[in-house]
């Protein structure tokens, strides 16, 4: 599977927005862009996902790169409750269908 | 999204005995069950997928022996931890791949249960 690159750790303030960046130089043609949370103790969270076009839904918008070597995950106010692990994550479609978690970047939102 | 249960959401057991964990999609048939395995300040390991009806496929370095996995029904797997020690301790979580609808069109993602803590004396 292609890897991610994600910075280890960011931090925002409540209320603001925050751009959580991945870079994925050897991504594939067939690669989605996978977002998943993960909050202290809990199992991981799908956020949002996408293949080429910029997407949005209630919890946040993807934003991918023309040449799709990097993305960014917005955030758009962020919440106390927004604080996790922030997993960016490639993946095949179809059948063959494994998710390969890399360290992630933690993000910590300030009061 | 989908919900994905897992129980129990923690079990503390001694060494040398076995522990069953379940994990059901409870609104959703999900022929596909995936586990995986997080220690402490790490992130998830996948562990096996779990196809229903046939056996298991486990990743390299996951012994199938010590780690049964069962894939029965449409919305039930279970793991079962056999002559569990300290160093299995952790965190194990499940996935499903479940249909996600958005704006009228339909993927396969991923969703995740909650996670079981083991703690084996």
């Excluded at chain 1, 106390?80 to 970047?105: E, H, M, P």
């Excluded at chain 2, 409870?26 to 779990?50: E, G, H, I, N, V």
């Excluded at chain 2, 010590?66 to 194990?92: G, M, R």
């Excluded at chain 2, 249909?99 to 004396?121: D, H, M, W």
């Amino acid at each position: 599977d292609a890897k991610t690159t994600q910075p280890n750790s960011m931090e925002s303030n409540e209320e603001e927005p925050v751009h959580l960046p991945c870079n994925h130089s050897t991504i594939s043609g067939t690669d989605y862009i996978h977002w998943y949370r993960q909050l202290p103790s809990q199992g991981p969270e799908y956020v949002i996902h996408g293949l080429t076009s910029n997407v949005n839904n209630r919890m946040a918008s993807l934003a991918i790169a023309e040449d799709r070597k990097s993305s960014t995950l917005i955030l758009h106010r962020a919440t106390l409750r927004d604080a996790a692990v922030y997993y960016c994550i490639l993946s095949r479609g179809g059948s063959n269908y494994k998710l390969t978690f890399g360290k992630g970047t933690l993000l910590t939102v300030n009061p | 999204g989908a919900v994905v249960s897992q129980h129990p959401s923690w079990v503390i057991c001694k060494s040398g005995t076995s522990v069953k964990i379940e994990c059901r999609s409870l609104d959703f048939q999900a022929t596909t069950m995936f586990w995986y395995r997080q220690f402490p300040k790490q992130s998830l390991m996948l562990m096996a997928t779990s196809n229903e009806g046939s056996k298991a496929t486990y990743e390299q370095g996951v012994e199938k022996d010590k780690f049964l996995i069962n894939h029965a029904s449409l919305t039930l797997s279970t793991l079962t931890v056999t002559s569990a020690h300290p160093e299995d301790s952790s965190f194990y979580i499940c996935s499903a791949r479940g249909e996600l609808v958005v704006e009228e069109s339909s993927y396969n993602e991923q969703f995740f249960g909650p996670g079981t803590r083991l703690t084996v004396l």
